[in-house]
Nanobody, 122 residues
Framework: QVQLVESGGGLVQAGGSLRLSCVTAGPFSRYAMGWFRQAPGKEREFVATINWSGSTSRCADSVKGRFTISRDNAKNTVYLQMNSLKPEDTAVYYC????????????????WGQGTQVTVSS
């Protein structure tokens, strides 16, 4: 069993930055990790994923060049650094874990956090 707890969300002006953290209780280094987000009235969508070692990562086209995913296996933590934030980045951001390897597909993830709200004002 893996438990995930996100933090770091909040209110920021457009162009600003936030760093989300997700602390994991469980065999963290065995899992690939991901971030998804869900805006009001929209489906949950892929944001970023990283493999167990941190050697491979991928971001959605909508955030590429602005967001970076990373992990620290010694701290059982995965991060999402978000720069140049836009109002359209406003959403609840979810941390997730999978034993299948880094993947963009939501159905492949086994464990989910409760989410953290990110609001970007214009």
């Amino acid at each position: 069993q893996v438990q995930l707890v996100e933090s770091g969300g909040g209110l920021v002006q457009a162009g600003g930055s936030l760093r989300l953290s997700c602390v994991t209780a469980g065999p963290f280094s065995r899992y690939a990790m991901g971030w998804f987000r869900q805006a009001p009235g929209k489906e949950r969508e892929f944001v970023a994923t990283i493999n167990w070692s941190g050697s491979t990562s991928r971001c959605a086209d909508s955030v590429k060049g602005r967001f970076t995913i990373s992990r620290d296996n010694a701290k059982n933590t995965v991060y999402l650094q978000m720069n140049s934030l836009k109002p359209e980045d406003t959403a609840v951001y979810y941390c997730t874990a999978t034993a299948r390897g880094a993947t963009i597909y939501m159905a492949d993830y086994d464990y989910w956090g409760q989410g953290t709200q990110v609001t970007v004002s214009s």
